[in-house]
């Protein structure tokens, strides 16, 4: 295990937007119709720089081989590749300890490791679960199975029409019974940022756990475990420069010791006998079979990188771009946006709708023009419900998104009103 | 637009006609079987409401919400099937459906307007929004009512 200390320091660099944008060779290529790709699809998934791609072939061409237990060079490497990227990840979170660190597919895999290993163990028939109307669908549908399995109460903290949660409904809803509050940090749908301080305060006061769910925010705003208070953190790393197919939850330490194993199989067990097995101690305990060890490498390779930006300044330039575009767009008849008006309060999400025009159409028009957005209900279906509608049109964006881009978007709406003949 | 064929391969005129002036859209009929159809990708729903009567499409209409490809396709859809009978309707669905496999027009009659959907084949996400009315026809005259639905797959 590579502890904290061992780590090298990350240099800071300046934001330098022209340095990070070469450091995309995708943000340079052409959709179909031969107009340069401007990317606003961040929030489904981020593009990867070269130092991230260049990590990946360096693990597989220079030190691969699988891990634990071996006694050759190659996979004495690897493992420490993997525990290095493991104590880079603890320490991008503000975790004390790299085992709180478990190695994930993905987000949704980390909210369903705390429903099976934690929830499954402990809750109790009458015991409550508290979500909120503006989760992802991952943070809705594991809860919503173990209701249906142990007889556990889920309630919804409600969404108020500006997209923000009902604080004082919070307030009333996470009662005495209340075990665990699984909350986003930031919807998906609607950008909106969840102000965690008072929920969690709430919770516990009450004696609840909180899991939050940080594919949204991890990636775009410094994000401490120390600080946030919390008992669980989930997020991926596909949102944050890093491969698809790892995922992360941090753990306190002596909560993820108390629970039980998510998958049972290889390198999660200490000893297996014919009739029974004793469980290895955390993390393997819940890395069940060989892991995703190139790309949790390539993981390390992307923090660093988002680390030598520095969070903070991540935040400082989505709020600028977020800023500008919620003008921008507010200038183009006939777009009407989602949730609350100010950058302040939101990441850099914005739902809306163009008069006349269904999201698909607005979609497949702006990709004629290079624009690449998301239409449809975003995987958050209680959102569309709650503002009546069946699907929005989403830009979201990143640490290489211009204000150039935005008036891309912009004129591309124009555009779309325009071909469909949309009246003023 | 930037390339305007490829625009065009999916847009054409006969389409935006459609979909600003539907036909058959929303009008009251004494229906003998009707069904629903969602597409949650993209958040079309259609209903379609069919008077059969001896066997021939009397009267037809459709209901719902979604993109311009859905909603046009819905409306040529009710076009070509009012006054034909069930198994020339079913074979109008099926050849539609080979059509958004093949990119290719059949060679059938009352498809003359319908075949300016054949761009959609070049466009796999939108294949589902043009089928949907289809698949719903298919479910109400064939299997008396019901519904459909298409895949999910939104992130």
């Known amino acids: 295990m590579t502890s904290l200390a061992d780590l090298p320091a990350v240099e800071r660099l300046p934001y330098d937007i022209a340095r990070i944008r070469r450091d995309f060779p995708i943000l340079k290529r052409e959709v179909a119709s031969g107009a340069r790709l401007v990317y606003l699809d961040n929030a489904a998934t981020s593009q990867r720089p070269v130092q991230v791609l260049a990590e990946i072939t360096r693990f597989y061409r220079d030190h691969n081989a699988n891990i634990h237990r071996g006694v050759h060079t190659l996979s004495v490497e690897a493992t420490d590749l993997y525990e290095q990227a493991r104590a880079k990840v603890a320490r991008f979170i503000g975790a004390a300890d790299p085992r709180e660190i478990i190695f994930t597919r993905n987000t949704t895999e980390s909210i369903n490791l705390v429903a099976h290993g934690w929830a499954r163990k402990f809750l109790q028939p009458g015991d409550e679960v508290v979500i909120s109307e503006i989760e992802h669908h991952s943070n809705i549908v594991p809860w919503q199975m173990l209701r249906d399995e142990r007889g556990i109460t889920l309630k919804y903290i409600p969404m108020l029409p500006d997209g923000t949660l009902d604080l004082d409904a919070a307030r009333s809803i996470i009662t005495g019974r209340t075990r665990l509050v699984s909350l986003t940090a930031m919807s998906n749908a609607l950008g909106t940022i969840v102000p965690l301080d008072a929920i969690v305060a709430r919770a516990k006061a009450v004696g609840a756990l909180v899991l939050v769910d940080g594919a949204q925010s991890v990636p775009h705003m410094p994000v401490d475990v120390r600080t946030l208070g919390v008992d669980f953190l989930a997020f991926s790393g596909h949102k944050m420069l890093a491969p698809f197919g790892i995922g992360i939850l941090w753990g306190r330490l002596p909560l993820l010791e108390s629970m039980d194993p998510f998958m049972g199989g290889g390198d999660m067990i200490l000893t297996v006998s014919m009739e029974r097995s004793t469980w290895a101690d955390v993390p393997a305990k819940f890395e069940a079979g060989t892991p995703n060890v190139g790309d949790a490498v390539a993981l390390g390779a992307a923090v660093d990188y988002l680390s030598a930006l520095g969070m903070d300044a991540v935040r400082q330039h989505e709020r600028a771009i977020t800023d500008y575009a919620l003008r921008r767009l507010a200038d183009v008849p006939g777009v009407s946006i989602f949730g609350v008006p100010d950058a302040e309060r939101r990441g850099g999400v914005i739902s809306f709708a163009l008069e006349g025009v269904h999201p698909h159409d607005i979609g497949q028009v702006l990709d004629t023009k290079g624009v690449a957005i998301r239409t449809g209900h975003h995987c958050a279906q209680p959102v569309m419900l709650a503002l009546n509608v069946p699907a929005t049109a989403r830009a979201s964006f990143y640490i290489y998104n211009t204000t150039d881009e935005v008036d891309a978007l912009a004129s591309g709406l124009e555009e779309v009103s325009r071909f469909f003949g949309v009246r003023k | ?155």
């Open chain 2, 1 to 155: 637009m930037a390339e305007p064929g490829l625009m065009e391969d999916l847009y054409r005129e006969i389409i935006l006609d459609h979909y600003r002036q539907p036909r058959n859209h929303g009008t009251t009929i004494e229906p003998t079987c009707s069904a629903d159809g969602a597409n949650p990708l993209c958040g079309d729903q259609v209903r379609i409401d069919v008077a059969l009567v001896d066997g021939v499409v009397e009267a037809i209409s459709f209901s719902g919400q979604g993109c311009s490809i859905s909603q046009a396709s819905a409306s040529m859809m009710t076009e070509y099937v009012k006054g034909r009978d069930a198994a020339a309707a079913l074979r109008g669905v099926e050849a539609f459906q080979q059509m958004m496999l093949t990119g290719e027009a059949p060679d059938i009659e009352g498809f003359d307007d319908i075949a300016a959907l054949a761009g959609v084949a070049k466009f796999p996400a939108r294949v589902k929004c043009a089928s949907l009315a289809w698949k719903t026809l298919a479910q109400a005259i064939a299997e008396g009512g019901g519904s459909v639905t298409t895949d999910d797959g939104s992130r």
